[in-house]
């Protein structure tokens, strides 16, 4: 079996997939009776979008002292929100008032973002990351999707790796919120992107195809994916307030809206592929039912809201911690089972 771990985006509502994560390392330590275990030592692939994109940057970013391990806790990792969250999505009244009126073309200055990146990250590459995973992100200039593939930089060398803290700049730009990532690979190739959520919010469906390309001799019923999501925003738009409101001032709203329908049509695809074979319980989703009480938007980053996030994402743990729990049993025995460490050393050969 060949188990995934697919994160989606949502900014700040990375919160609740990090606290997730949180609750299943604790778990993965008990069970194991090892204070030492690390999420990343359970799956063989990860996979994450924009704010996902990070986290899963986050727990696979190698440690100083041993490259083979990971630096951050999932705790570590979820402080990149809760430490940092306001002062990211922080702005001053009169750019956001300019927003409004469509003179801004987007509403954060990046230079904040881009500094706690760099105080995470400094100077890893894609190719040092832990385990293997696919990032995405959509280029504007050849309107295409983008995959940043650890294996491929690995394989290909600098043409195709990149820094990680420029990684998560570019599957975070989120149209309106911040602006393109102009970013360059270690051979200087330049790449104009934004979030990988104009295409895969919900990233799962990309990383199950590429854990089928690469192992071609699997079916889709030898692999498992754990999904987890931040929650769809139903907010209801007005139909007379968008034919009024200039187009760039509703640009937070189709986000939200072209966001929250990839993650629910991906989560529907991959419902009914894994049905289709009889083998629906491969597939496991965890998200919050509603998020009617928390602020929604993506930059909702006031002190109130974190806490209103956290909260949510305590009750959704306890909705499911029978799922939880037999989840915690059958990654503890299948990592008893086998060696994981030579499943994807192959690929370092590959072209």
């Known amino acids: 079996m060949k188990r995934i771990l697919s994160i989606d985006g949502g900014g700040i509502r990375g919160i609740i997939p990090g606290l997730l994560m949180v609750h299943l390392e604790d778990k ?3 069970g194991t009776n090892d ?3 690390h999420i990343s030592d359970f799956f063989d692939f990860f996979a994450g979008t924009s704010t996902g994109g990070i986290l899963t940057a986050l727990i696979l970013c190698p440690s100083e002292e041993n490259p083979n391990k990971p630096r951050f806790s999932t705790r570590e990792a979820l402080n990149i929100y809760l430490d940092h969250g306001p002062e990211i999505f922080s702005t001053t009244r009169w750019r956001r008032f300019l927003s409004q009126f469509g003179l801004l073309s987007e509403l954060y200055d990046e230079t904040t973002f881009e500094k706690v990146l760099m105080d995470y990250f400094g100077d890893i590459k894609l190719s040092q990351l832990i385990k293997p995973c696919i990032i995405t992100a959509y280029n504007i200039e050849l309107r295409k999707n983008h995959f940043f593939r650890q294996q491929k ?5 600098e043409s195709r790796d990149f820094f990680v803290r420029d990684v998560c700049r570019a599957t975070a730009a989120a149209p309106t919120y911040f602006s393109v990532a102009e970013i360059f690979s270690l051979a200087n190739i330049r790449y104009p992107l934004v979030d990988g959520g104009v295409f895969a919010q919900n990233p799962s469906i990309s990383a199950l195809l590429e854990v089928l390309k690469t192992f071609n001799t699997f079916k889709i019923t030898d692999i498992s994916i754990l999904s987890l999501g931040t929650g769809a925003a139903r907010n209801a738009y007005n139909y007379e307030d968008f ?5 760039i001032s509703i640009g937070p709203a189709l986000v939200d809206i072209m966001t ?3 993650s629910e049509s991906i989560d529907y695809f991959l419902r009914q592929l894994f049905k289709s074979v009889h083998h629906l319980e491969n597939y496991t989703r965890i998200e919050p039912n509603n998020l009617l009480s928390v602020e929604s938007s ?3 980053a006031t002190k109130s809201n974190i806490q209103k996030l956290e909260s949510l994402a305590d009750r959704m743990i306890s909705e499911n911690e029978d799922i939880i729990d037999k989840l915690v049993v059958e990654l503890i025995e299948d ?3 086998r060696n994981r460490k030579s499943n994807w050393n192959f690929l370092k050969k590959r072209d």
């Open 153 to 157: 930089a690995i394989s290909h060398g």
């Open 28 to 30: 993965l330590k008990a």
């Open 35 to 37: 204070p030492n275990v």
């Open 243 to 247: 034919k009024k409101k200039w187009a």
């Open 260 to 262: 929250s329908s990839s």
């Open 298 to 300: 993506l930059d909702a």
């Open 335 to 337: 990592r008893n089972s």
